[in-house]
Nanobody, 121 residues
């Protein structure tokens, strides 16, 4: 069984910073792509950033230059450093990963439970 647990959300003023963490636990062979998504009320869930196991990162257009995704493979953990936050960044942030639990098994996609980020103006 694999679990993803996010931490680091909260309330911050516009222009401030937050750092989200996602820790994967359970039976893990490898974690391939790690990612962060977000969903604001009444909107679809969108990709914020992703990072491959070779360290190649990809960002959504609205966060490019402000957010940084990183990973610590030894800890099965990845992070989202969010700087210059804006009220429109307010959303529930979800971590996501493609994980293989055994060398003979295909990867599956897993989601965290979500953490609220609120940016006040």
């Amino acid at each position: 069984q694999v679990q993803l647990v996010e931490s680091g959300g909260g309330l911050v003023q516009s222009g401030g910073s937050l750092r989200l963490s996602c820790a994967a636990s359970g039976t893990i062979f490898t974690i391939n792509t790690m990612a962060w998504y977000r969903q604001a009320p009444g909107k679809q869930r969108d990709l914020v950033a992703s990072i491959t196991n070779s360290g190649s990162a990809n960002y959504g257009e609205s966060v490019e230059g402000r957010f940084t995704i990183s990973r610590d493979n030894a800890k099965n953990t990845w992070y989202l450093q969010m700087n210059s936050l804006k009220p429109e960044d307010t959303a529930v942030y979800y971590c996501n990963a493609n994980i293989r639990t055994h060398v003979l098994r295909n990867q599956r996609n897993y989601w965290g439970q979500g953490t609220q980020v609120t940016v006040s103006s």
